[in-house]
């Protein structure tokens, strides 16, 4: 029979073999997947990098280009082929050039982007009328119809008014700078 304090011992180094196997069984277990998944991940992911730095513009390439205006809404599309320096570049390359754009398609057939614009389109900026709303002459952005944005509306009632002046605004009376709308709002108060 054995001594009590080997006996100890014997148990104690029991004990200590087998937390040591339930750590390792737990650490390859539980452990081992989460770090292993991953890489497998980052290997897909730098595969598809991969791919992304083969696919270059070509000059065959459509090159299809949408600005979006938030302030009106309004919309330009523009489709051409690459310019030189363009030729040859990758999708990267390009996400540099065009900082800001969001690149929605990239192939060597098309490459389309997008950009959001917190302004008005051309017609809109650069063009103003006025008009009458509820009752009241009112300042528009653009050009007289369906797609035009009330700038301002003033506190001129359009009862006041002289018949043919009602009717100018009726159909939209163009202005082309700050000066000449403010001269038509004092002529036709005036009269």
């Not at 890489?39 to 390439?61: G, H, N, W």
């Not at 001269?183 to 005036?190: F, I, Y």
Request: charged share 25%; glycine share 6%; proline share 4%.
């Amino acid at each position: 029979m054995l001594p009590s304090f080997i006996k100890k011992k014997l148990g104690i180094l029991a004990a200590f073999t087998l937390l040591a196997l339930s750590a390792t069984a737990h650490h390859y277990l539980y452990q081992e997947p989460q770090k292993t998944a991953p890489y497998v991940k980052q290997s897909a992911e730098a595969e598809v990098a991969k791919q992304e730095l083969k696919i270059k513009i070509l000059a065959t390439t459509d090159l299809l280009q949408r600005i979006i205006y938030l302030k009106c809404g309004d919309e330009e599309v523009f489709r051409t082929k690459p310019a030189a320096n363009l030729v040859g570049l990758n999708y990267q390359q390009v996400q540099k050039i065009y900082a800001g754009w969001a690149i929605d398609k990239f192939d060597t057939n098309e490459v389309e982007m997008t950009l959001k614009v917190d302004s008005y389109c051309r017609e809109h900026a650069n063009n103003m009328f006025l008009g009458i709303k509820d009752g009241y002459i009112a300042i528009y952005y653009g050009k007289p119809g369906p797609k035009a944005i009330v700038k301002e509306v003033t506190n001129i009632p359009v009862n006041k008014l002289m018949p043919q002046d009602v009717e100018e605004l009726r159909r939209g009376l163009e202005v082309q700078s700050r000066e000449e709308l403010l001269r038509t709002l004092e002529g036709m108060q005036s009269r």
